[in-house]
């Protein structure tokens, strides 16, 4: 069952929940992180547009200028340290009227106060770079960049895990009391306690911090739904394509994402919703994102489109006020060794690596940490067959027959990749899982292929019975069962 | 690097079909690649029966069907490898491809024929609006799953799409005990054949509702209840309609795409509205010495119509190859116009006897397709009713339309 008493215990197993359990997994302490879901990442952090931000956007002298300058610069290093790709491929914010220009301005005043690399650019640069954008000026961000959001808190959880984090997954903290110095946290898989607590609970920081008897937050979830487009569609953009900003409206405006597996990300859109739970897509939405992207990149159409989502970003500007605000980082009043992080949205991948030093500054301030000699920041993912070379393709399918099997054919993806998936360290055993650790079921044909040979590994892996398989969650079965008449 | 005359990806109908009829036409050095472990393609799956009507005369089930192919494959001796996928086809016929034996095989081949099937339209495709739920498939991989596998996906079940593998999935998944609460189709008439809907709809007293989809999915991670609403004119949800069925299971049945990324790596130029690509009457594609064919190159509803074609696609490689001759230049494109979706192939040669197979836009009745070529009609023939889910095949004689001075014919369905 694992450990049940902890120094510092982690609530939330997001970017943000995750970077941290790393960052304090390098010093010698009992660490739990806590995840009411399957798998670590599967909120916010799995359905944002997984760019990393140059800054432009934080209000200048703010924490989150800090934090997001912090992790611009330092975010390819934590990539390559943890095997997830990063690519600086720039952006260009793109202004369709004079009004717009205006504003470009005063984005870049804004961004070069904080630090950021910003310049204004005309049609002819924006049409030698992105032949297929119409606009009449820009703002070229170079040092803007793009990772895999969910790999990198997969990443993350995994790396702490190695370092001795003891990750519970399926875990969903009812209730947190006070007792003596220790913290007990009572959740639907036992009792854990802790002296130290770190509210990264993203969309339900505000529910977790009520424990620390503070009740000045409250969340205001909004929702961005996304399209996927076809990687056929790649061609169309090589970098980030943003629209200017419409005045407060608590998003970046819909934009073009070019995914590091090279998708096109449509979105996000920006509604303020009652249930924090409703991931949902909508009809009228999905068909603004394309309307709204026509007008920067009349090239793209329906018929490009693979998938939708949505993911939910955990603001604290009401709705009837809209925009952003800083970020909340701070000790309960009442409890000193209860740190909540509250209103953590976008940039919020961006300064997870930030955020992350942040918050062990303020538990080393009390506790004094130790360095753990053994750290290994290291970690190795698993291998893409489809990303390497014919060489090294043959090396592996000469010594491994589990590469000479591809299940994904749309992503190119091997029998030996699933395995791997399914063996993670964090011991999630379910089809989401494998989706986000080896890509399968996220091409064109959304599993209609890879699904049925998927379900065989897995039941050769995990020994299990076909009613027993799940999408993700415990109440998630993929199938009844067997048919009739089968012995 | 392996050299080849003839290499056909899919061993399907469509390639077993175009093997056989290469071999028949002499060719010997052929080589099938099956990403699969067994021939036969999506017919393995379907296990009803149906098939063979217009080719043998005969009712025959889908593997039964199939097995009349692959058994003379194997009594020719023709070269199969299964288990083995294409993930790399070039314009200058360069294959690489992998299997279990042999790792990764590079191939060279004189001549390739296209036969790589379809795939099925998802949920993200049809933008599917609502949560990320367990319990929404695809109906192919639905029947993949029971007929295959053995695996049962739900059992309240609601099919959104009226083609054939839906009906025949909600009469399949009715047999194994489920209960299938309602086929929804968001057109004002079915995509399936009429034959299916009698057989697995009417029989079993499943309602078919016409104008209908779906504009919700809500559940606690496994699917719980879809949401329905009537569409008007133009497809679009009619507020106030709306009503819920309770379900662990949505099937989607939304339509097939020609399955062709191969196509594309080789630059084979496609056709925006069969998905597959644009052929000439011998049914070779942009790229010389490629040549494509049934479900790749359009989605058919008989399989019988797959064979017929592909063996005309194996003659026309082997032609190619015995003779290296370019196709002629003196050719005719064939455009759809009214009432038409689509009609292949889309460019003729004037010097040949010409079948054409097309599809209507919508279902009607006493519709006359005409052909005409430079203002004359060299074709017409009354049909009693039309429907898009029912493919119509003509033949013109070339002394039709060889005198004649124009640059396209054109098929109307007035």
Partial sequence: MGRKNFDIVVIGGGIVGTAIARELSKYKAGIGLIEKESDVGL???????????????????SLKADVCMYGNSHFEEVCEELDVPFERVGKL????????????????????????????????FIKDKEPFIDGVAAMYSPNSAITSPYELTIAYAENAHENGVDIKLNTEVLKIEKNNSKFIIKTNNGSFKTKYIINSAGLYSDFIASFSGEDRYKIYPCRGEYYVLDKNASDLISRLVYPVPPENA??????????????????????????????????????????????????INRDLVIRSYSGIRSKIVPPEIGGFTDFVIEKSPNYDNFINLIGIESPGLTSAPGIAKYVVEIIDKMENLQKDGDFNG??????????????????????????R????????????????????????????????????TMGRCQGGYCIARIIKIMQEELNLDIKDLKFDSNNSNLFSGQAKGWG | MINKELVIIGAGPAGLAAALSAYKEGLRDILIIERENKPGGILKQCIHDGFGLHKFREVLTGPEYAYRYIEKVREKNIELLTNTIVTLLTNDKYIKAINQEKGIMEIKAEAVILAMGSRERTSGGISLPGDRLAGIYTAGLTQNLMNLHNIKVGENIVILGSG??????????????????????????????????NQCLVDYDIPLKLSHTVVDVKGDYRLET??????????????????????????????????????????????DITGGALVKDNLETNVEGIFSCGNVLHIHDLVDYVSDEAEKAGKAA?????????????????????????????????????????????????????????GEVIFQKEFKKVNPSEMIKINIKKEKFEPLEAKSIKVVAI
């Fill in chain 1, 93 to 124: 914010v793109v202004a369709q009227n004079k009004k717009q220009v205006a504003d470009l301005y005063n984005m870049q005043y804004v961004g070069s106060k904080n630090g950021a690399e910003l310049h204004i650019v005309g049609k002819d």
């Fill in chain 1, 378 to 403: 290291k970690r190795e993912g698993i291998t893409k067959f489809d990303k390497l070379s014919l060489q090294k393709q043959k090396e592996l399918t000469d010594s491994n027959p589990n590469y």
């Fill in chain 2, 226 to 271: 879809v949401t329905v609403a009537e569409v008007d004119e133009k497809l679009q949800p009619i507020s106030g309609t709306e009503f819920d069925i309770n379900c662990d299971t949505l099937i989607l049945s939304v339509g097939l795409i020609p399955e062709n990324e191969l196509s594309k790596q080789a630059n084979v130029q496609l056709d």
């Fill in chain 2, 318 to 374: 082997v032609e190619y190859i015995n003779s290296g001759e370019k196709w002629k230049k003196e050719n005719l494109f064939v455009e759809p116009g009214q009432g038409i979706n689509y009609v292949i192939p889309q460019v003729i040669s004037k010097e040949k006897d010409q079948i054409f197979s097309m599809r209507v836009k919508k279902p009607d009745t006493d519709k006359m397709i005409k052909v005409t070529c430079a």
């Fill in chain 1, 405 to 440: 099997e591809i299940v994904c054919r749309c992503e190119n993806v091997t029998k030996q990749e699933i395995i791997d998936a399914l063996n993670n360290p964090l011991g999630v055993k379910n089809l989401k899982g494998i989706k986000y650790r080896a890509r399968a």
């Fill in chain 1, 43 to 61: 909120g916010a952090s799995n359905s944002n547009s997984g760019v990393v931000h140059s800054g432009f956007t934080a209000p200048v002298g």
């Fill in chain 2, 164 to 197: 054939d593998i839906g009906l025949i999935m909600a009469r399949r998944l009715t047999l194994e005990g489920a209960n299938v609460k309602a086929v929804l189709e968001i057109m004002p008439y079915s995509s399936g054949l009429k034959r299916n809907i």
């Fill in chain 1, 250 to 299: 608590g998003g970046y405006g819909i934009h073009l994402t070019p995914t590091v597996d090279g998708n096109i990300l449509i979105g996000p859109s920006n509604e303020y919703i009652d249930d924090v739970q409703n991931e949902a897509t909508t009809k009228e939405v999905m068909d603004q994102l394309i309307k709204e992207a026509k007008n920067f990149l009349p090239a």
